[in-house]
């Protein structure tokens, strides 16, 4: 079975972005890479080109599903809302495209990657090499782009592991793809759990 995953590190001043191919339960890496924001001034105009960027990502290499990192605690009000509007505007751009979404938290991340929920970028980036056997030409300079792959990875790992030994910290946070017909997911909801659903 072959699966393409996209992971996204969001970020208004640089967003990572990686993309694995899962064959025969390997993944191998596909593409890294960072979109620098910086020399933007308008916050607006950042959010617009991280969603045109993702929403390229998809087109270009098609994945059947998107992994990204879930905001964590413990950043300043003004930094945590620019990046759930990131995290936002990337997540549309799988919507626009009926791209099931998975979240993860930081620590998850580190992990399932490192063992240590406190590993630094470096720790994780040096582990993504190691795992995916990359080679320096391979590498981006930006930790962003080896956190990208990072959420990927996880998500293999979250999803190629039967349900008990998937660990704690938590579960992932699945959009599942809307069923044709344009019907909704709490449409099929209703559809299937008609006694749990109450009036």
Not at 134 to 157: C, F, G, P, Q, S
């Given at each position: ?15 990572g ?11 191998t ?8 924001l910086q ?24 994945p059947?599903?998107?992994a990204?990192?879930?905001p ?9 809302i620019?990046?759930?509007?990131a ?5 549309a ?11 993860y ?5 580190k992990?399932?990657?490192?063992g240590?929920?406190s590993?630094?970028k ?8 190691n ?8 590498m ?7 956190d ?11 999803t ?11 579960k ?16 099929d ?11």
């Amino acid at each position: 079975m072959e699966k393409i995953i996209l992971g996204i590190d969001p970020g208004t001043n640089v967003m990572g972005y990686g993309v694995l191919q899962v064959c025969d339960r390997k993944p191998t890496l596909v593409v890294m890479g960072v979109l620098q924001l910086q020399k933007m001034e308008s916050h607006y105009l950042r959010l617009k080109r991280i969603y045109e960027r993702v929403l390229g990502l998809i087109e270009q290499y098609h994945p059947d599903e998107l992994a990204i990192e879930s905001p964590f605690v413990g950043i300043n009000p003004a930094s945590m809302i620019k990046l759930c509007r990131a995290q936002g505007v990337a997540m549309a751009a799988a919507v626009e495209r009926d791209i099931p979404i998975f979240e993860y938290p930081p620590a998850k991340v580190k992990i399932q990657i490192v063992g240590n929920g406190s590993a630094s970028k470096e720790q994780v980036a040096m582990m993504v090499r190691n795992t995916l056997r990359l080679t320096d030409a391979d590498m981006n300079a930006k930790n962003d782009a080896t956190d990208a792959v990072a959420i990927a990875l996880t998500h293999y790992y979250m999803t190629s592991k039967p349900e008990g030994l998937r660990g704690g910290g938590g579960k992932s946070t699945k959009i599942p793809r809307s069923s044709g017909g344009g019907s909704s997911s709490w449409s099929d909801f209703v559809a299937r759990n008609g006694d749990r659903v109450h009036k």
